[in-house]
């Protein structure tokens, strides 16, 4: 894993351009490699996972009268089987690393090379004779890029902190980007960067830029409506192979390697899996967990979380006889990882959700540089409450973000009546379900669940993935994610909701496909949700840093947020979700204090 960067265009100076690369060095701690020639420069930063030594970056390769530069991000798991086939072809490797074979694989096919990879990846090659720059990005959006166009050049990055290193990218927001924050977040609708001028390749494109014909984008990959033909018995069969396959292509490691153990279904999955292949080599696999200070005195049951998470933990690392590590988090340090995690995101977060994760993923640091984590689960097997309540499935909007009237009530009002509220998210809204068409053989419900399978890839999840890489990446570790597998996604999305809701339980289906590989009383479990903090300590300090910032009354933030809507925050009785189960009022308080410290910290300034 690692930070990348380049432009195409006018090439700085060398101080800029290290300017630019230090902003990725939490990315890539391990090494650095700067490549410029005529009109382009690539930059890397490298955490180095497979081949430590061979494979340095930026990568050059000669084909003819060209020659290929390459920067990349990511981890393929079929890299054994594409080396054999570009071998076939007459290529030759002087490494073991997935970057050469990458590189090769763009020489020999070109931009149809993309249908061949299965991995995670955020990539771009320079072809030095027709100048002109491919990039792309993985078919979910597990790694992130970016990028902008300023003064005649096209730059690309990462993430958007190394943009704003370069003099032409200036930190400004305008209108639609008050809505994302306001109306969106800490979510964003896809392919937007919020700040102005600074655009996201989406999950599943890929783009061509030259300085004579501009950019170019495309969609190599998509959910395609079809029929499912498997009955229960091969669809239950199909699922096991499909996961057992992921993960088993993603323990592949030169550097230690430990798995995310929460004690709910998903993560357990992963675990066991893993143990079940380090013990066949005699190894023992490491477990991370993470829990809070005081939450056994202050936790209580709710409908989303109605267990916890600590007995469960115990229980399946002794199923699989593996090493756990317990990360303990207290409220002082989760308040100011509240900061740090918005450096590490560029924006506003998911507040204490992805402040926990940064601690946690800092501790995991210390015991691995990969990790397996069970993200996107949910979301490709129907996992959340959304899917299953028939109620909630009915209605329209984003059903994780049904508080779009309580949003704008924090706007000013000039503000309130400058955005259509409503509008702007409704729009995005029938946008995203617009390409979903009616498959023979769908029962009632499977039409709309394909609706919600997109709705949740494409913007809840993304805001999951956003958050994993970020908050990993700080610490220069790689977080591998086995069921955002392009396979498990393109077949589970037409499998129809009755064989998904097996047995009337929540991913029943993902349940009976691992009979057998967990203990029954976590193959059953009832999900349960990130764990966050119940210390009713973290309301305290979060509600006494918003009235420091209320009290102070300079904050940049109040340009477009109401301060009277802020002070009913503070006196709120009842909570109202922000943004699904994980945003309450302690998260909202949050994330308006993390969105103050953002405009200061980002010298954002308002059009």
Same mark, same amino acid.
């Given at each position: 894993?690692?930070?990348?960067?380049?432009?195409?265009?006018?090439?700085?100076?060398?101080?800029?351009?290290?300017?630019?690369?230090?902003?990725?060095?939490?990315?890539?701690?391990?090494?650095?490699?700067?490549?410029?020639?005529?009109?382009?420069?690539?930059?890397?930063?490298?955490?180095?996972?497979?081949?430590?030594?061979?494979?340095?970056?930026?990568?050059?390769?000669?084909?003819?009268?060209?020659?290929?530069?390459?920067?990349?991000?990511?981890?393929?798991?079929?890299?054994?089987?594409?080396?054999?086939?570009?071998?076939?072809?007459?290529?030759?490797?002087?490494?073991?690393?997935?970057?050469?074979?990458?590189?090769?694989?763009?020489?020999?096919?070109?931009?149809?090379?993309?249908?061949?990879?299965?991995?995670?990846?955020?990539?771009?090659?320079?072809?030095?004779?027709?100048?002109?720059?491919?990039?792309?990005?993985?078919?979910?959006?597990?790694?992130?890029?970016?990028?902008?166009?300023?003064?005649?050049?096209?730059?690309?990055?990462?993430?958007?902190?190394?943009?704003?290193?370069?003099?032409?990218?200036?930190?400004?927001?305008?209108?639609?980007?008050?809505?994302?924050?306001?109306?969106?977040?800490?979510?964003?609708?896809?392919?937007?960067?919020?700040?102005?001028?600074?655009?996201?390749?989406?999950?599943?494109?890929?783009?061509?830029?030259?300085?004579?014909?501009?950019?170019?984008?495309?969609?190599?990959?998509?959910?395609?409506?079809? *029929?499912?033909?498997?009955?229960?018995?091969? $669809?239950?069969?199909? #699922? =096991? %192979? !499909?996961?057992?396959?992921?993960? &088993? +292509?993603?323990?592949?490691?030169?550097?230690?390697?430990?798995?995310?153990?929460?004690?709910?279904?998903?993560?357990?999955?992963?675990?066991?899996?893993?143990?079940?292949?380090?013990?066949?080599?005699?190894?023992?696999?490491?477990?991370?967990?993470?829990?809070?200070?005081?939450?056994?005195?202050?936790?209580?049951?709710?409908?989303?979380?109605?267990?916890?998470?600590?007995?469960?933990?115990?229980?399946?690392?002794?199923?699989?006889?593996? *090493?756990?590590?317990?990360?303990?988090?207290? $409220?002082?340090?989760? #308040? =100011? %990882? !509240?900061?740090?995690?918005?450096? &590490? +995101?560029?924006?506003?977060?998911?507040?204490?959700?992805?402040?926990?994760?940064?601690?946690?993923?800092?501790?995991?640091?210390?015991?691995?540089?990969?990790?397996?984590?069970?993200?996107?689960?949910?979301?490709?097997?129907?996992?959340?409450?959304?899917?299953?309540?028939?109620?909630?499935?009915?209605?329209?909007?984003?059903?994780?973000?049904?508080?779009?009237?309580?949003?704008?009530?924090?706007?000013?009002?000039?503000?309130?009546?400058?955005?259509?509220?409503?509008?702007?998210?409704?729009?995005?809204?029938?946008?995203?379900?617009?390409?979903?068409?009616?498959?023979?053989?769908?029962?009632?419900?499977?039409?709309?669940?394909?609706?919600?399978?997109?709705?949740?890839?494409?913007?809840?999840?993304?805001?999951?993935?956003?958050?994993?890489?970020?908050?990993?990446?700080?610490?220069?570790?790689?977080?591998?994610?086995?069921?955002?597998?392009?396979?498990?996604?393109?077949?589970?999305?037409?499998?129809?909701?009755?064989?998904?809701?097996?047995?009337?339980?929540?991913?029943?289906?993902?349940?009976?496909?691992?009979?057998?590989?967990?203990?029954?009383?976590?193959?059953?479990?009832?999900?349960?949700?990130?764990?966050?903090?119940?210390?009713?300590?973290?309301?305290?300090?979060?509600?006494?840093?918003?009235?420091?910032?209320?009290?102070?009354?300079?904050?940049?933030?109040?340009?477009?947020?109401?301060?009277?809507?802020?002070?009913?925050?503070?006196?709120?009785?009842?909570?109202?979700?922000?943004?699904?189960?994980?945003?309450?009022?302690?998260?909202?308080?949050?994330?308006?204090?993390?969105?103050?410290?953002?405009?200061?910290?980002?010298?954002?300034?308002?059009?």
């Amino acid at each position: 894993m690692c930070g990348i960067a380049g432009l195409v265009g006018d090439v700085p100076s060398r101080g800029v351009l290290e300017r630019m690369q230090r902003t990725m060095r939490r990315r890539g701690p391990d090494q650095t490699g700067l490549w410029q020639g005529e009109g382009a420069a690539l930059l890397h930063a490298r955490l180095a996972v497979i081949d430590i030594e061979g494979g340095r970056q930026p990568m050059t390769r000669r084909a003819g009268q060209a020659e290929y530069v390459i920067v990349y991000n990511g981890e393929l798991y079929n890299t054994g089987q594409l080396r054999g086939e570009l071998e076939a072809c007459g290529h030759r490797f002087a490494t073991h690393s997935d970057t050469e074979v990458l590189l090769a694989s763009y020489v020999e096919w070109g931009e149809a090379c993309l249908e061949k990879l299965n991995g995670i990846y955020a990539f771009a090659v320079w072809n030095t004779r027709e100048q002109t720059l491919f990039f792309a990005r993985d078919r979910i959006g597990v790694k992130p890029l970016f990028f902008a166009e300023a003064g005649g050049s096209f730059l690309f990055a990462s993430e958007i902190k190394t943009l704003l290193a370069h003099p032409g990218i200036d930190a400004h927001i305008d209108a639609d980007a008050v809505a994302e924050l306001m109306l969106v977040g800490p979510g964003r609708t896809p392919g937007y960067g919020v700040f102005c001028g600074i655009r996201e390749v989406q999950a599943g494109w890929c783009g061509t830029y030259s300085r004579r014909g501009g950019v170019h984008l495309r969609q190599y990959w998509a959910l395609h409506d079809r *029929e499912h033909t498997d009955n229960t018995e091969e $669809t239950v069969a199909r #699922v =096991r %192979a !499909l996961v057992c396959d992921a993960v &088993a +292509r993603q323990l592949v490691s030169d550097v230690p390697l430990c798995t995310f153990l929460s004690g709910g279904l998903d993560s357990s999955i992963l675990s066991a899996i893993a143990a079940r292949a380090y013990a066949a080599e005699g190894r023992r696999l490491h477990t991370v967990s993470v829990t809070y200070r005081d939450n056994d005195k202050y936790f209580q049951a709710s409908h989303f979380q109605p267990n916890s998470d600590d007995a469960f933990i115990a229980r399946m690392n002794e199923a699989i006889g593996a *090493e756990n590590h317990l990360v303990v988090i207290d $409220t002082p340090q989760l #308040v =100011r %990882a !509240l900061f740090e995690a918005v450096e &590490a +995101r560029d924006l506003p977060g998911m507040a204490d959700v992805d402040a926990s994760l940064l601690l946690f993923c800092r501790e995991i640091k210390k015991i691995g540089t990969v990790a397996l984590s069970g993200e996107c689960a949910d979301e490709i097997f129907g996992g959340y409450p959304w899917y299953r309540d028939a109620e909630v499935r009915r209605r329209q909007g984003f059903p994780w973000a049904q508080s779009t009237a309580y949003r704008a009530s924090f706007l000013r009002d000039e503000w309130r009546e400058r955005i259509d509220a409503a509008a702007y998210i409704d729009e995005r809204y029938q946008r995203t379900i617009a390409g979903v068409r009616p498959v023979r053989g769908d029962e009632p419900d499977d039409r709309r669940i394909r609706e919600m399978t997109r709705l949740n890839m494409q913007w809840f999840m993304q805001t999951l993935l956003d958050r994993k890489d970020r908050m990993s990446m700080f610490s220069g570790l790689e977080v591998r994610v086995p069921f955002c597998d392009h396979r498990i996604a393109e077949y589970l999305y037409n499998v129809p909701w009755h064989q998904k809701d097996l047995h009337g339980m929540e991913k029943g289906l993902l349940r009976e496909a691992v009979r057998g590989l967990l203990p029954e009383e976590i193959r059953t479990r009832k999900k349960s949700p990130y764990p966050k903090t119940h210390n009713p300590s973290y309301l305290r300090a979060v509600s006494n840093l918003l009235r420091q910032v209320l009290d102070e009354g300079t904050s940049p933030m109040f340009d477009f947020v109401k301060k009277e809507a802020l002070e009913q925050l503070l006196c709120a009785q009842r909570a109202q979700p922000w943004y699904g189960q994980l945003m309450q009022t302690p998260q909202t308080i949050a994330y308006f204090l993390q969105l103050h410290h953002w405009m200061a910290l980002y010298h954002v300034t308002l059009r």
